[in-house]
């Protein structure tokens, strides 16, 4: 037995082939498993999330890590995120904000017919930041959130805008008068604007704990 290991150590050792051949067999399926359920990273095509994402003031297309953890396995679906989500009209991959939740009424904007759509159970409502240049719930009305596929939460490309998607409250603490504190302003003014066509589901108080049961501060 130990002369057979001993010829595979050698045939090993001096066979690049091999160990390459090897080595991707031992991490090929945990990248995959990783970009499948972790993170993944994409390039942002179009300005439908003008000027959040691809701004005009830059030559490249904005390059960005997605969430896929906080989606497929968390079920974290958060109003204000921008998200990956399949097209509801032709299956592509599309990028967008969510801006309303199931239970939620949102003021609809053009072409949608109604004026006012109530989100359904399972369901969120998802718009681009530039209303105009983007085709979004507005066309197609609420998606399922079984459409969304990722959470955008990292900025790896251009240079100068590497970094996270602050909350416009971060970036308005910046020094006053400098690029990041007047695009956080303008920022919070579209935020702003967002939440004033959303009247958003009451949300029932948590119920007390039963007798007996340990409370959340575990105490007795």
């Not at 037995?1 to 066979?15: H, K, Y």
């Not at 095509?45 to 297309?61: C, H, I, V």
Request: charged share 25%; glycine share 6%.
């Amino acid at each position: 037995m130990r002369p057979i290991l001993r010829r595979w150590q050698q045939a090993f050792a001096s066979n690049n082939v091999l160990r390459r051949t090897v080595s991707t067999l031992i991490w090929l399926p945990t990248a995959i498993i990783f970009s499948e359920y972790c993170y993944s990273i994409k390039s942002i095509k179009g300005r439908s999330m003008q000027p959040t994402l691809n701004p005009d003031s830059s030559a490249w297309r904005d390059i960005v890590v997605f969430d896929r953890f906080s989606i497929r396995v968390m079920g974290r679906y958060r109003r204000g995120d921008i998200v990956a989500l399949l097209s509801p009209s032709d299956s592509k991959l599309i990028v967008k904000r969510i801006i309303a939740l199931e239970g939620d009424t949102v003021k609809t904007l053009p072409p949608y017919p109604d004026t006012e759509v109530r989100i359904p159970e399972g369901h969120a409502w998802v718009e681009g930041d530039e209303p105009f240049r983007s085709e979004d719930s507005n066309w197609f009305g609420p998606v399922p959130l079984a459409l969304i596929d990722s959470r955008l939460s990292f900025i790896v490309w251009p240079w100068e805008r590497v970094g996270p998607l602050w909350a416009p409250g971060l970036r308005s603490s910046q020094f006053k008068g400098s690029p990041a504190w007047r695009r956080g302003q303008a920022e919070m003014e579209r935020e702003k604007r967002r939440e004033s066509r959303v009247q958003y589901a009451e949300r029932p108080p948590p119920k007390p704990p039963s007798d007996g049961a340990m409370s959340p501060l575990g105490g007795a």
